[in-house]
């Protein structure tokens, strides 16, 4: 069989193999071979831009905000907020369990926190920027035209979309349609609900805010 972690240089650790097999528990193949797929685009793409793993970012904490970053579609991840914040919750109590210092699960619950943050995410330290570029490469094709020739293929041919970013986006707005909670307005949950429920309501800004503080002057 066929041993990716060694084909495509992905940090080898008993956490990253514990972690990996962790997501291929819980989440369907399409998250996980989602997930894999974000780690490799952000890092190739991290290389155009002159990063280097180890020297200029946590390599192995790269790999666990990418694999983990959509947990909180999953049955045991759904808690009730947006997703983003649900999954990098559950990543921060798995990764505490196994034993991983306090603030490099802070920078993971950061970046899983954040991946959906455009003009956001990209600006922050490099471990954060990658999962949200990762992530932006793989599910809407954003900055893929920066991969290495061919090196698309090859990631497909060993992680397959299976659906790609519909399904996901399918399980993030059948989420938000059972739980208004996970849609706040103006969020990015909210955004895709709008799109796939046009009846779906937001409240305007300006009435929210001119309503705001009645008879203070």
């Given at each position: 069989?066929t ?87 559950l ?19 950061d ?40 090196y ?66």
């Open positions: 069989m041993d990716h972690f060694t084909d495509f240089a992905i940090p080898d650790t008993p956490l990253t193999r514990k972690t990996y097999a962790f997501v291929q528990e819980i989440a369907p193949q399409a998250i996980l071979t989602h997930s894999v797929r974000s780690y490799l685009f952000g890092r190739a793409i991290g290389e155009r831009h002159g990063l280097r793993a180890e020297h200029d970012y946590d390599d192995e904490v790269l790999f666990l905000a990418c694999i983990l970053h959509d947990a909180g579609l999953t049955e045991q991840g759904d808690r009730g907020g947006r997703f983003e914040a649900d999954g990098a919750d990543a921060a109590e798995f990764l505490t369990g196994q034993g991983l210092a306090a603030d490099r699960t802070r920078l993971v619950w970046a899983i926190a954040l991946h959906t943050s455009l003009g956001i995410a990209d600006r922050m330290r490099p471990e954060i920027a990658l999962t949200h570029t990762g992530t932006g490469a793989d599910v809407a094709a954003f900055g893929a035209e920066q991969l290495p020739a061919g698309a293929d090859r990631v497909h041919a060993a992680y397959p979309r299976l659906g790609g970013g519909t399904e996901l986006t399918d399980l993030i707005t059948g989420q938000a349609a059972r739980n208004p909670a996970k849609a706040p307005p103006f969020s990015f949950p909210a955004q895709l609900l709008r799109q796939d429920l046009p009846g779906t309501t937001v409240p305007p800004w300006r009435e929210v805010v001119a309503a705001a503080w009645p008879g203070v002057a």
